[in-house]
């Protein structure tokens, strides 16, 4: 079992900047994947950053490329999302996501929901102009 929390969401005004975090509990966090997707109101779920077991290998929506960055701190089990240039289109609701069962991940896995066995309740980004 994996326990994610996330924390960090709120109002920032257009081109600001917001930095989410995502505390892991429960199995080891160094052993697996974590990625970050979206909702907004009417639309589905969508991939924004993936970041693999030992943070060597990172990935992001093209929307969100040269805006985001995601990192981990293995030793404090949590995952950023530092967010800069806000758009009122990155306005959502953000979820972070543990993929434990995958050995190896690439861009085609890390964008599919389904391949993430544990999720957070996740957290408000409201971007006004």
């Known amino acids: 079992q994996v326990q994610l929390v996330e924390s960090g969401g709120g109002l920032v005004q257009a081109g600001g900047s917001l930095r989410l975090s995502c505390a892991a509990s429960?199995?080891?966090?160094?052993?697996?994947?974590m990625g970050w997707f979206r909702q907004a109101p009417g639309k589905e779920r969508e991939f924004v950053a993936a970041?693999?077991?030992?943070?060597?290998?990172?990935y992001y929506a093209n929307s969100v490329k040269g805006r985001f960055t995601i990192s981990r701190d293995n030793a404090k089990n949590t995952v950023y999302l530092q967010m800069n240039s806000l758009t009122p289109e990155d306005t959502a609701v953000y979820y972070c996501?543990?993929?434990?069962?995958?050995?190896?991940?690439?861009?085609?896995?890390?964008?599919?929901?389904?391949?993430?066995?544990?999720w957070g309740q996740g957290t408000q980004v409201t971007v006004s102009l």
């Open positions: 429960g199995r080891t966090f160094k052993n697996y994947a």
């Open positions: 996501a543990a993929d434990t069962t995958s050995s190896s991940i690439t861009i085609l896995t890390v964008v599919v929901p389904a391949n993430y066995d544990y």
């Open positions: 970041i693999s077991w030992s943070g060597g290998n990172t």
